[in-house]
């Protein structure tokens, strides 16, 4: 049973529009959440993390919003830019009760089209 | 941002070879884990390690060893490779942070082995 869940396998935007990725999570211990972008034979970037604590963070052109009472939380790039044409995969664990292991989406592959 | 390193970065060999992946930092992390990931899938925790001396099974059954004689270093063997073994393997590091509410994994390039 999968706990980390990325159910859009992919997904197209048109340059200089938003792109907006889903996860959504089971396990209601998960308190802290990644973001990261993976290029095919290179190992993930790491981009934004969220607290429990928080409900929005912002860096840049990349905001992520948790929604812990849907067990939800999501990715916004804006603008779009071709550069960000990759695979996204959230990640979440419980750090608070000292277990420092995450448990991975099986990503979106966004494309932006230029 | 931690600097990691993974070495090789591609590996072809012959079934029935030992083979060490190998994966250093230069951030004093104490944290360090090994993923396995397939083309399309999630990646999946093999092993980790939470200092020196101190290494313990993932959530993926996994038949290569690691050790963490080192802080900086983690590297993982496969004593006998087989075709069912070809994947990325990917390194990471952390260290928790702001008293222990932030944790954030850095990864390596990865290794992408092929075993024939």
């Known amino acids: 049973d999968q706990q980390v869940k990325q159910n859009s396998p992919s997904l197209s935007v048109q340059e200089g529009r938003i792109s907006i990725l889903n996860c959504d999570y089971t396990n209601s211990m998960f308190d802290y959440f990644l973001w990261y972008k993976k290029y095919p034979a290179e190992g993930p970037t790491f981009l934004i993390s969220i607290s429990s604590i928080k409900d929005k963070n912002e860096d840049g052109r990349f905001t992520v919003f948790l929604n812990k009472s849907a067990k939800h939380l999501s990715l916004h790039i804006v603008p779009s830019q071709p550069g960000d044409s990759a695979v996204y995969f959230c990640a979440a664990s419980s750090i608070t009760s000292g277990t420092y292991k995450y448990i991975f989406g099986t990503g979106t592959r966004l494309k932006v089209l230029a | 941002e931690a600097d990691i390193y993974q070495t090789p970065r591609y590996l072809v060999i012959g079934t029935g070879k030992k083979i060490t992946l190998e994966c250093s930092q230069t951030?004093?992390?104490?944290?360090m884990y090994w993923y396995q990931q397939d083309p399309g899938m999630e990646l999946h925790l093999i092993h980790y390690?939470?200092?020196?001396?101190?290494?313990e099974k993932g959530d993926l059954s996994s038949e290569s060893t690691v050790s963490r004689i080192r802080t900086e270093h983690f590297p993982l063997t496969l004593e006998s490779a087989r075709p069912s073994h070809t994947s990325q393997y990917l390194c990471?590091?952390?260290?928790?942070?702001?008293?222990?509410?932030?944790?954030?994994?850095?990864f390596g390039p990865g290794t992408r082995l092929t075993v024939l």
């Open positions: 951030m004093g992390h104490d944290k």
């Open positions: 390690s939470y200092g020196v001396n101190s290494t």
């Open positions: 990471a590091s952390s260290e928790p942070g702001l008293a222990g509410l932030t944790d954030t994994q850095y």
